[in-house]
């Protein structure tokens, strides 16, 4: 037992260790592309020990720049089976809540973190609902790429409101890739409104 | 031909070597740098129109240059007042190497049996002017079908009306082809039987089903699934069961395709922080990165027919058509574009172009960098899948 409480520490600190190191501030207005031949920035072996449980969400004291971490699963957590296509779409409930991406991440920026708490908030306040996220991405992939990148974005939006303590029964994901632009331009003004999710409340059919 | 007959010739420069000689010397002043075949010197005469453009079309991509009818190795004659009929002749030695007549079909249809029969001939592998294609089409961003071709864009057909998301079209033999549709609300596989229309479910698990990817022996099917939380490369039955997970990454995988011996995958990741190129055994084992020198981002690989060659999409500020040895090593860049698709020749290839919401189809020879417009479908055409069956 007492072996694994000081392993248990041990995981918090090196979360926090991560958690620290990897909240430094990007410069505004850039576009971070990728290095050519750079190292492995997230584990790039197949996992060799046992898969753990989601952990909770450990807020981390950063000075000015606090954000709470999202601790992923490594193998994420599986989307949901539900069939809610019985549900009425309301499209304008989030509109304001569209969370935006860096060229080519699918990680959830920690400036955009708020959209995602308040629809959150919300859902807490609206029990039977169900929630549609759409993952979407400029241009710059090719279709495939974008297909598969879409859908990641999708679900690291839907994990961040799991490891708050929604349902994740309740999140379904779909990825559209770069086929429906909110903005058609093909410029970085365009591109950067493109790569987003946009979330759907589902109302149950009778509400 | 021995080496030294050409070099011989070459040093002398002499005419009185006899004409014979001329060839060689040919052959040997083409030789590509990527070790494809030579292009054959031929010159096409009698024919017209529709016949005509056709034929010298076809023959472009099976391994062939036109030249003129005295610097040519073999003349190609004949006629196409009522139905076709040529000959091929060796222009030195007198040799007939085929002659033939075709009835029936459109004028198109004899253009691209009689250079499909050229091909056998001269270059003994089968030709490819008679084969088909599959792409998306659409008129809007975020809708398109699935259409059937000729390889050169003609006679393009339908394959689906359904006012939706149609993706990623994949051969499974000459009849079926497998994609994936939004139609039903969230993008699920389907194998499609195109003599009937009939459709059948083969992937709809919860989240992405996607990228279907048939294995040339017919038996196994690759795609990309997020059921288990991220999109992953999984494997399975052609019927979309028996279904196993190849990859375990936090990042998303993409665009898998077989190797001609059906026994290793290769697919895009972006488990390093950027995408590139995996190889994989179909059984399952860690995957191996595919070096792409020179191309940093590599995406939408596809493996030639012949086992050597992964053509791929590099991701600069343009789209680039590239080419690696399939083991890995140096890239060559070939021409701006994406999502190339090797026919069976392993030879041409075919590829999108152009900004999203309108781009077009190219063929492409990859040895002479010979190219060719697909004529438009609708406004935008891409995806395209080479039916190797």
Redesign the interface.
């Known amino acids: 037992m007492k072996h694994t409480r000081l392993l248990a520490w041990l995981a918090v600190a090196l979360c926090l260790s991560v958690a620290v190191s990897g909240c430094k501030k990007k410069p505004q207005g850039v576009t971070p592309l ?14 060799t020990g046992p898969v753990l449980p989601p952990a909770p969400t450990v807020p981390v004291e950063t000075g000015t720049r606090a954000a709470p971490v999202t601790i ?10 539900g069939d809610f ?1 019985k549900y009425r779409e309301d499209r304008d409930r989030f509109k304001a809540e569209t969370v935006y991406f860096d060229f ?1 991440k ?1 990680n959830i920026r920690p400036d955009q973190r708020h959209k995602l708490d308040a629809i959150f908030a919300v859902m807490q306040t609206l029990p039977g609902k169900a929630l549609k996220i759409e993952g979407h991405c400029d ?7 974008n ?3 879409g ?2 974005r999708a ?1 690291a939006a839907r994990e961040y409101l799991v490891m708050k303590g929604m349902n994740p029964a309740l999140i ?5 890739g ?4 909110a903005d ?1 331009g ?1 410029n970085e003004a365009a591109w950067a409104k493109n790569r987003r999710c946009e979330f759907v409340l589902l109302v149950p059919p009778g509400e | 031909m021995k080496p030294w007959i050409g070099l011989f010739s070459l040093l002398l420069g002499a005419s009185w070597l006899a004409a014979q000689t001329d060839r060689d010397i040919d052959i040997y002043r083409y030789t590509d740098p990527l070790g494809f075949p030579p292009a054959i010197a031929v010159a096409v005469s009698g024919f017209t129109g529709d016949v005509e453009s056709v034929l010298k079309s076809d023959l472009a991509f099976m391994g062939f240059r036109h030249t003129n009818a005295d610097q040519a190795q073999y003349l190609i004659t004949g006629n196409n007042s009522t139905s076709l009929e040529g000959r091929v002749v060796d222009r030195i030695t007198r040799a007939v190497k085929l002659a033939k007549a075709y009835t029936g079909g459109s004028s198109r249809a004899q253009a691209h049996a009689f250079a499909d029969d050229i091909a056998l001939a001269l270059t003994g592998r089968p030709g490819i002017a008679q084969t088909k294609i599959a792409f998306r089409s659409g008129t809007r ?2 809708q398109s079908e699935i259409y059937v071709a000729d390889y050169d864009g003609f006679n393009a057909r339908a394959a689906t009306q359904d006012g939706s ?1 149609n ?2 079209p994949c051969w499974a033999g000459v009849a079926t082809l497998y994609y ?1 549709s939004y139609k039903p ?3 699920q596989v389907f194998a499609h039987h195109l003599p009937t229309g009939n459709r059948q479910p083969v992937a709809a698990h ?3 089903n ?2 279907p990817a048939v294995s040339p022996d017919g038996k196994r099917l690759a795609l ?1 699934l ?6 992953e490369l999984y494997v399975a039955d052609i019927n979309g069961t028996n279904l196993r997970r190849l ?9 898998p395709c077989w190797a001609p011996d059906s026994k290793t995958i290769c697919f ?1 990741s ?6 590139a190129l995996y190889t994989i055994s179909a059984e399952g084992g ?2 191996q990165r595919l070096a792409t020198v020179g191309a ?2 590599p ?2 690989p596809d493996w030639s027919p012949d086992g050597k060659w992964i053509a791929f ?1 590099a ?1 600069t500020r343009e ?1 680039y058509v590239c080419l690696v040895p399939a083991t890995g090593g140096k890239v060559t860049w070939l021409v701006a574009g ?2 190339p698709s090797w026919a069976p020749n392993s030879r041409a290839l075919i590829y999108a172009h152009g ?3 309108a781009k077009r189809l190219s063929l492409l020879d990859v040895p002479t960098r010979h190219r060719k417009d697909l004529p438009r479908v609708l406004e935008s055409e ?2 395209p899948a080479w039916c190797r069956w």
């Open positions: 990728p290095k050519p031949g750079a190292p492995p920035v997230t584990g790039a072996e197949t996992p992923v699963p490594e193998t994420g957590i599986p989307p949901a089976a296509s080519d699918s241009e710059r992939g090719t279709e495939a790429y297909q598969a990148l859908e990641r679900l379904v994901t779909i990825s559209y770069e086929e429906r632009p058609p093909h | 961003r975020g998301l993706v990623a994936c609300g969230r993008p919860p989240g992405l996607t990228s990309i997020s059921k288990d939380g991220n999109p990859t375990r990454t936090p990042q998303e995988e993409s665009s895009v972006r488990v390093s922080g950027v995408a860690s995957p940093p981002t995406t939408e999409t991701l789209f994406e999502d900004p999203a919401g891409s995806q």
